[in-house]
């Protein structure tokens, strides 16, 4: 081979092993994401629930299944209000709902009471919402599978986990906090990975 030949092959390589290591570096990890997410810790303790008035039977299932992951396999204990207490000490912290978000949400959570000051920081009750109308047309007859990768979703956050990108796989694996439609009902989409339950087990 020409010794002109040999340097552009050279060039041609480094180049692509400097674009490589590029992406490398560009990689989104969950090592690297912010916890709690939103800035929002949540306050310890037993974790207490309830389900609003617009959750329907077959809805509650699938966020009983998340509940019941999120307790066997961290060390959240979570714990049923029949009637959810919205005010004083020992209220629920979090309230399941049910109703539309608009745009292309599955599900949202917010911290609707914050503690008071010094531990202001720290949410009190959380609202997690999964839509279920909005799953019902886009999983179609996988819905179920949806109903509950969401719920995971969304009880997470009310731990403090933060959600990624859909177009990831964090080199922890995908769990459930991934983004987007993902209603196949593999493994992931309703578990979370070790790195996330690293981060409940920290704090509970």
């Not at 912010?34 to 299932?61: E, K, M, Q």
Request: hydrophobic residues 35%; glycine residues 10%.
């Amino acid at each position: 081979m020409a010794r002109n030949s040999i340097g552009k092959l050279t060039r041609i390589l480094a180049a692509l092993l400097i674009f490589i290591s590029g992406l490398a570096v560009l990689a989104p990890s969950a090592n690297a994401d912010t916890w709690p997410f939103d800035g929002n810790h949540p306050d310890g303790g037993n974790h207490i629930y309830c389900y609003a008035g617009t959750v329907p039977s077959n809805l509650r299932d699938n966020m009983e299944s998340a509940i019941s992951y999120l307790n066997g396999y961290t060390d959240a204990v979570t714990q049923l209000h029949t009637t959810c207490n919205l005010s004083g000490a020992g209220q629920t912290d979090v309230v399941w709902m049910n109703y539309g978000l608009g745009g292309v949400k599955f599900g949202g959570t917010d911290c609707d009471i914050y503690w008071d000051p010094p531990y202001e920081e720290r949410c009190d009750r959380f609202r997690a919402v999964v839509d279920k109308n909005r799953i019902d047309g886009a999983a179609y007859l996988r819905a179920e599978n949806q109903y509950t990768k969401t719920a995971c979703h969304e009880i997470g956050h009310t731990v403090g986990l933060a959600h990624y990108s859909e177009m990831v796989v964090p080199p922890e694996g995908a769990d459930c906090m991934r983004d987007g439609l993902w209603a196949d009902g593999e493994l992931w989409t309703r578990t979370y990975n070790y790195h996330h339950i690293a981060h409940v087990d920290a704090w509970f």
